[in-house]
């Protein structure tokens, strides 16, 4: 099982509906999640970060977790052609042997149609 | 401006002639990682550091080395190059936190290389 788990999509959402990203995590331990959205040919960029369970909303973003059920999420709101991306969820595992290391699942195609 | 600048970005080399990807960041970050990004496979971790003389394995640190002497600089070397590290290679850093990393990563605009 692998230990940050996205479904590939691609996800197709029309202009203005909702999108919604889905991230499982493995490890219990795990303290820190994070969004990050990457344009083809780009580098990955920092959308959100939650630490604690339930939502957090910045913007047209709300980050969603249930350490539970060791699952993520990011919904987008008013979706927008220019959202159209690579949507990468990435975990940092607990301490010990494995502080400093950063898993990031195999990232969602997200394209947003007018 | 704030910046982690990768060294080449584009490489097309043959199989065992060594080389190095140079990375240098001027943010003052203590951490610093290399990752690979494979089509399907997201980012894979090979190596992260924590601070000058501090490195550890990622999970993919099969046929790489780092070394961390300098604060700013976190080259990945490749000794001996193989067909099966034709990938894009990114380059990161970050102020770590309590939890290891808990902050934002910097990435550099990644080096695309080729192993023939």
């Known amino acids: 099982q692998k230990e940050v788990e996205q479904n590939s999509g691609p996800l197709s959402v029309p202009e203005g509906a909702i999108a919604s990203l889905n991230c499982t995590y493995s490890d219990r331990g795990s303290q820190s999640f994070f969004w990050y959205r990457q344009y083809s040919g780009k580098s990955p960029e920092l959308i959100m970060f939650i630490y604690s369970n339930g939502d957090k909303e910045d913007g047209r973003f709300t980050a969603q977790l249930n350490k539970a059920s060791q699952y993520v999420s990011l919904l987008i709101r008013d979706s927008q052609p220019s959202d159209s991306a690579t949507y990468l969820c990435a975990v940092n595992s607990a301490g010990g042997t494995s502080y400093g290391k950063l898993t990031f699942g195999q990232g969602t195609i997200l394209t947003v149609h007018p | 401006e704030a910046q982690v600048t990768q060294n080449p970005r584009y490489l097309i080399t043959v199989t065992g002639k060594k080389l190095t990807v140079t990375c240098s960041q001027n943010?003052?970050?203590?951490?610093m990682s290399w990752y690979r990004q494979d089509p399907g496979l997201g980012l894979r971790q090979i190596y992260y550091s924590m601070n000058v003389e501090v490195t550890d394995k990622g999970d993919v640190p099969e046929g790489y080395k780092v070394s961390r002497k300098e604060k700013r600089n976190f080259p990945l070397i490749l000794e001996s190059p193989s067909p099966n590290q034709t990938s894009l290679y990114f380059c990161a850093s970050s102020f770590p936190g309590l939890a290891g990393v808990d902050g934002e990563l910097f990435f550099g605009e990644g080096s695309r290389l080729t192993v023939l």
């Open positions: 943010m003052n970050h203590e951490y």
